[in-house]
């Protein structure tokens, strides 16, 4: 019943979670965009703590990062993609998911650059021409720094079973929000 429910929300269309409009200011709303788009925030602190707990050090996170920009070059180049806000969500319910298994946490984190893959998709879609490589400096470098964040805090819940299970419970809420809104 779980997995038909988590598969079901996979494919249930949702609008787009990027949000278009980076030609004032590009650096800033890129520096603040990790910080204010609830996907992108979850997804980057969720990665991090999956890397931290699978000690895959910072390979992860590296290999998340250079996805994430590989995305939106791709989608500044291409535009817009099939599917893409399904990845985006589907990144937040395999990072949860994860936390809720241990056991599957590595490999569940190894999917996560591909989820990125698509986020970085969708800043590329909605950056104008003009803006596109300012806005991306700014979001990479907060991203990054997000990465860093959730491994420092997964080094922290490596102990602690039940707040690992909380930040998954968290990660599907929150997951859970962005579709009903």
């Known amino acids: 019943m779980k997995k038909l429910l988590a598969l079901t929300l996979l494919l249930v269309a949702v609008p787009a979670l ?16 990790p ?9 980057l602190l969720g990665t991090g703590i999956l ?32 599917g893409m806000e399904q990845m985006i969500l589907g990144s937040l319910l395999v990072a ?8 599957r946490q590595l490999l569940l984190s190894l999917v996560m650059p591909v989820f990125a893959l ?3 998709w969708a800043h590329g879609v909605e950056s104008s021409p003009g ?21 420092g805090v997964g080094c922290l819940l490596r102990r602690h079973t039940r707040l ?15 579709m009903a809104g």
């Open 51 to 82: 890397a931290a707990l699978t000690r895959s050090r910072l390979v992860l996170p590296a290999l998340t990062l250079f996805a994430m920009f590989s995305g939106a070059v791709l989608g500044h180049l291409f535009g817009d993609v099939i």
């Open 164 to 178: 690992q299970q909380a930040f998954g419970g968290g990660l599907l809420a929150g997951a859970a929000m962005l």
């Open 118 to 120: 698509f986020h970085g």
């Open 131 to 151: 803006a596109f490589w300012v806005f991306s400096a700014g979001f990479v470098t907060v991203s990054g720094l997000l990465l860093v964040a959730g491994f």
């Open 96 to 103: 949860g998911v994860a936390m809720l298994l241990p056991r």
């Open 18 to 33: 990027a949000h278009p409009g980076h030609d004032t200011n590009p650096l800033q709303d890129g520096l603040l965009h």
């Open 35 to 43: 910080l204010t788009g609830l996907d992108h925030l979850l997804m």
